[in-house]
């Protein structure tokens, strides 16, 4: 991290070194963030503009060797155009912040430093799950912002020429409450049908789906999944791989191709997608291709002067000095727009007993 000397000096703690700072702050594990599905995509304005390809496929006839071959058929562009969201923290730093205060730890006085440091370590790690709540609602096919925020709800679907995400979107039912359905080879190849379809023939290497509790614990009880659901496991925990990478205490299971995770991240209110502030709703599931580009975040550029003209970072830090000289404003900011380009490709798994 690059030092930090006296803040209540103008520009000591300026745009370029706090940014630097925050941005070399260790992101906290974040289920979405690991998976590493969504590509990062910096930009120089904060609108952005994305042009469909709607190809056509078709299979060419042979014909005779220095003739004319067969006209290609062109695919529709359809042109879509997006509105990054803006994010931002506010705190303060105070001269009796750090006068007098012992550092954590240590017998010395507090420094600058040890004061802002734990303020924007505790800013990033805010803003990084937010952005992981947004991801989460882009893998639902609809991006909810928390409460009282200044956007409304994006619906993806909606937004690429369909109606709306309830009336799109693919439910796949598992009837975990019969013993005799057969999840493994009736119910699962639903979902890889769904996906395929919707992917146009676009290569994909698997399938993951983020499971509420109350789902995940209906599955691995399931009369025909619970004996490969505990010969799974203890193979993970021979190998010390059980749980999915960064959350701990969260299960995983692969069946026939797909990955299902249990996922359980709570905002606090009525913030989540779920009740109870919770992202995935605990009685559902949803699942989603990987290993296919078509998960993106974009990073618009900072709403400041030295942010001008250029590309948009992941996260940004700056002072704002009081006029009384008490104190020093910190804001820490980001600019993230997380989408689906395909969210005919995001399959809503549930349950009706």
Same mark, same amino acid.
């Given at each position: 991290?690059?030092?930090?000397?006296?803040?209540?000096?103008?520009?000591?703690?300026?745009?370029?070194?706090?940014?630097?700072?925050?941005?070399?702050?260790?992101?906290?594990?974040?289920?979405?963030?690991?998976? /590493?599905?969504?590509?990062?995509?910096?930009?120089? =304005?904060?609108?952005?503009?994305?042009?469909?390809?709607?190809?056509?496929?078709?299979?060419?006839?042979? =014909?005779?060797?220095?003739?004319?071959?067969?006209?290609?058929?062109?695919?529709?562009?359809?042109?879509?155009?997006?509105?990054?969201?803006?994010?931002?923290?506010?705190?303060?730093?105070?001269?009796?912040?750090?006068?007098?205060?012992?550092?954590?730890?240590?017998?010395?006085?507090?420094?600058?430093?040890?004061?802002?440091?734990?303020?924007?370590?505790?800013?990033?790690?805010?803003?990084?799950?937010?952005?992981?709540?947004?991801?989460?609602?882009?893998?639902?096919?609809?991006?909810?912002?928390?409460?009282?925020?200044?956007?409304?709800?994006?619906?993806?679907?909606?937004?690429?020429?369909?109606?709306?995400?309830? =009336?799109?979107?693919?439910?796949?039912?598992?009837?975990?409450?019969?013993?005799?359905?057969?999840?493994?080879?009736?119910?699962?190849?639903?979902?890889?049908?769904?996906?395929?379809?919707?992917?146009?023939?676009?290569?994909?290497?698997?399938?993951?789906?983020?499971?509420?509790?109350?789902?995940?614990?209906?599955?691995?009880?399931?009369?025909?999944?619970?004996?490969?659901?505990?010969?799974?496991?203890?193979?993970?925990?021979?190998?010390?791989?059980?749980?999915?990478?960064?959350?701990?205490?969260?299960?995983?299971?692969?069946?026939?191709?797909?990955?299902?995770?249990?996922?359980?991240?709570?905002?606090?209110?009525?913030?989540?997608?779920?009740?109870?502030?919770?992202?995935?709703?605990?009685?559902?599931?949803?699942?989603?291709?990987?290993?296919?580009?078509?998960?993106?975040?974009?990073?618009?550029?900072?709403?400041?002067?030295?942010?001008?003209?250029?590309?948009?970072?992941?996260?940004?830090?700056?002072?704002?000095?009081?006029?009384?000289?008490?104190?020093? /404003?910190?804001?820490?900011?980001?600019?993230?727009?997380?989408?689906?380009?395909?969210?005919?490709?995001?399959?809503?798994?549930?349950?009706?007993?």
């Amino acid at each position: 991290m690059p030092e930090l000397t006296d803040i209540f000096t103008p520009d000591a703690f300026g745009v370029y070194a706090l940014t630097e700072a925050i941005q070399k702050i260790p992101p906290q594990k974040l289920t979405i963030a690991d998976l /590493g599905i969504f590509r990062e995509m910096p930009i120089a =304005t904060t609108l952005v503009a994305i042009e469909e390809d709607r190809g056509v496929l078709t299979l060419v006839p042979t =014909t005779p060797r220095g003739g004319p071959g067969i006209p290609a058929q062109s695919g529709k562009r359809v042109l879509t155009s997006f509105k990054v969201p803006h994010i931002q923290l506010d705190d303060t730093v105070h001269a009796d912040d750090v006068i007098n205060i012992r550092a954590f730890g240590a017998s010395g006085v507090s420094t600058e430093a040890d004061v802002v440091g734990r303020k924007l370590a505790s800013m990033r790690r805010s803003v990084d799950f937010t952005n992981e709540f947004l991801r989460f609602g882009a893998l639902q096919g609809k991006v909810l912002y928390p409460d009282n925020s200044y956007e409304a709800a994006l619906d993806l679907y909606t937004s690429f020429g369909m109606t709306n995400q309830a =009336t799109n979107q693919t439910n796949v039912d598992f009837v975990t409450g019969t013993a005799t359905t057969d999840i493994a080879g009736t119910v699962i190849p639903q979902i890889f049908d769904a996906i395929e379809a919707a992917l146009g023939g676009a290569p994909y290497s698997g399938v993951v789906a983020l499971c509420g509790r109350t789902f995940f614990r209906k599955l691995i009880g399931h009369a025909m999944i619970k004996g490969l659901y505990l010969q799974q496991q203890q193979q993970y925990n021979l190998a010390a791989v059980g749980r999915a990478p960064g959350d701990v205490g969260r299960m995983i299971f692969t069946l026939n191709g797909v990955t299902f995770i249990e996922y359980y991240n709570i905002a606090g209110g009525s913030q989540g997608i779920g009740n109870d502030g919770l992202f995935q709703v605990a009685a559902e599931a949803r699942a989603f291709p990987v290993g296919v580009d078509i998960y993106h975040t974009y990073y618009a550029p900072a709403d400041i002067s030295e942010a001008i003209g250029t590309l948009g970072q992941p996260v940004y830090a700056y002072t704002l000095p009081h006029a009384d000289k008490k104190g020093v /404003g910190l804001v820490v900011q980001s600019n993230p727009l997380n989408i689906c380009l395909r969210p005919k490709a995001l399959i809503r798994l549930h349950t009706s007993n």
